[in-house]
Each structure stands twice: as structure tokens, then as C-alpha cells.
């Protein structure tokens, strides 16, 4: 993999083919296998934590990856400039499907969330044509204002994994995943980059908890996963201004350095959270406890 970066950095990036090995790890296996973490995160730590964790960059930095070495460095700029609108659309979607999972079933509340993402990215790809510094600052302020704008939910008891729940995620989550990086680059950057932020962890995760778990722990999700986004649109930004001048490898570890700050400092603040929530659902058990 350092000699595919080292070639990368030299050629621009250009035409360098990855492994068959290599290509479906970073396509399937490693998003895959985020959606199975996340899963067990939220059952064991909450909704809030494996919401954080799920706005990781494991899909779409791989496929931004794909694009700088088989592509080139500018095609992978340009696409990460234009995934910006995606990650603000991605709040929206989270925040549409908190505002409706309580009053509509999961493929409605699916359809509304991805329509509101598409309307968010339609929005946003003019702006992202003034520069990437208003397209960062718009995006952040969409994420702050979903944040702010979603309904709480009440503490949720832990929940235990069942044998059948995780690979019924995970194969939905590959079928998605699949789609998106087969589809993308053959309809130009700015699509590419699109797809590259198109909701996949995060409507698995709201699919599957909204049906399996209830509307309140699907909002506990959608809280943490606007959390997280912050991490990614941050990692988006780097990516995008340092490519082209500092090359694959320098440009990829700088962005992975930002998205892990942003996360540890976002984690970090709910696992505080936490605390009182745990309390609360100890104090809910006694009464269950002496009967």
C-alpha cells in the first residue's frame, strides 16, 4: 500500500489500479465492518456513542482514496470540495428522520430523510462553487443548526445484540456501499462526490433501530451521528485544500489526524452525557427490582 501512495505522489495519482484484494476491502469489507462496530457500540454504550462513531470517514474516505489513486488528486479534490454539501445533507437527513420516526413508519421516514439530504446537497453545490472556506462554514452552521433543532429522547436501557440482527446490517449495508462506489465514478467528480456522502451507515443504523428498537433509541442515534459529522466535514476540508500541494499520503494522514480530534473531543462530551443517562436508567430499575 506504501508503493501504491509513493507512485500516487509522484504521477498525481493517475490511473494506478488497486488490487482486487485492496479494492474490495476498502469498498465493502471496511464499511461493513464499521456498521458491525457501531451496532455493537450503541448496544453496549448507548445511542449517542455508536452515533458518533458511525460519521466516521470508513466509507467515504476510501472511496475518496479510490478516486486520488485510480483517478487523480485534483479529480479526488474536487469530489471531496463537493462532498461537503453531502455531509451537511447527511445532518438533515439525520435530523428529518428524528423529527418523523415517531409519527411514521421506517420507509417513510427513509424516503423523507433521503429527500431532505438530496434538497441539502442541491442547495449546497452552488456554494460550494465560492470556495471551499463558505462551503466549510455553511456546513458546520447546517450541522450545528440539525443539532440544535432535534427532539431529545428519554434514556434508553441497554440493549443485547441478537445472532440474526448484526449480518442482516451488514449485507444491507454492502448492498449499499456496493452501489454507491460502482455507480460513482462514472458520472464526474461532482457526482462522485455526492455519493461519496449519500447516507449508507447512517440509514442502516436508522432503519434497522427505528424497526427493531423503537423511534427514541433511533433518536439517540441521529443525535450522535450529527455530532460525528462534524468529524468528517472536518476531514472533508483538509482533504480537499491539501491534496494537490502535499500529494496522497500526507494529505490523507493530515485529514485522519483532524477527524480524529474532532471525534475524541465529540466522544469525549458524551460519554459525560452518559453518565447522568446511566444513572437515570438505574434509578427506573429499582422500583422493577423490588416488585
Given at each position: 500500500m506504501s508503493a501504491a501512495f509513493r507512485a500516487a505522489d509522484m504521477s498525481g495519482g493517475i490511473g494506478y489500479p488497486l488490487t482486487?484484494?485492496?479494492d474490495l476491502f476498502f469498498k465493502i469489507g471496511l464499511p461493513?465492518?464499521?456498521?458491525?462496530?457501531?451496532?455493537?457500540?450503541s448496544h453496549r454504550y448507548g445511542p449517542a456513542v455508536g452515533g458518533i462513531l458511525g460519521a466516521v470517514p470508513a466509507k467515504g474516505g476510501p472511496i475518496l482514496l479510490f478516486l486520488a489513486l485510480e483517478q487523480n488528486t485534483s479529480f479526488a479534490a474536487t469530489s471531496a470540495a463537493a462532498s461537503l454539501g453531502g455531509a451537511g445533507g447527511c445532518g438533515v437527513f439525520c435530523l428529518v428522520y428524528a423529527l418523523v420516526c415517531r409519527r411514521v413508519g421506517w420507509p417513510i421516514a427513509g424516503a423523507l430523510a433521503y429527500g431532505a439530504f438530496a434538497v441539502t446537497w442541491a442547495v449546497m453545490l452552488p456554494i460550494s462553487a465560492w470556495g471551499l472556506a463558505p462551503a466549510f462554514v455553511v456546513t458546520v452552521t447546517i450541522?450545528?443548526?440539525s443539532r440544535r433543532l432535534l427532539p431529545t429522547a428519554p434514556p434508553m436501557p441497554r440493549r443485547a445484540t441478537s445472532a440474526s440482527d448484526l449480518p442482516t446490517r451488514m449485507i444491507a449495508g454492502a448492498a449499499m456501499v456496493v452501489f454507491v462506489t460502482t455507480v460513482g465514478p462514472n458520472f464526474g467528480a461532482t457526482i462522485s462526490g455526492m455519493?461519496?456522502?449519500?447516507?449508507?451507515?447512517?440509514?442502516?443504523?436508522?432503519?434497522f433501530t427505528h424497526a427493531q428498537e423503537g423511534p427514541?433509541?433511533?433518536?439517540?442515534?441521529m443525535r450522535g451521528m450529527t455530532h460525528g459529522l462534524l468529524g468528517f466535514a472536518s476531514f472533508l476540508t483538509v482533504l480537499a485544500a491539501t491534496l494537490e500541494p502535499l500529494g496522497v499520503?500526507?494529505?490523507?494522514?493530515?485529514a485522519a489526524s483532524a477527524v480524529v480530534a474532532v471525534q475524541f473531543v465529540e466522544l469525549r462530551s458524551a460519554w459525560r452525557a452518559r453518565r447522568p443517562a446511566a444513572e437515570t436508567e438505574a434509578e427506573m430499575a429499582l422500583p422493577e427490582a423490588a416488585e
Open positions: 482486487p484484494m485492496l461493513v465492518m464499521m456498521i458491525g462496530i457501531v451496532t455493537l457500540a450541522l450545528l443548526v455519493l461519496t456522502t449519500i447516507p449508507t451507515i447512517a440509514a442502516v443504523m436508522a432503519l427514541d433509541r433511533t433518536i439517540g442515534v499520503l500526507r494529505a490523507f494522514l493530515l
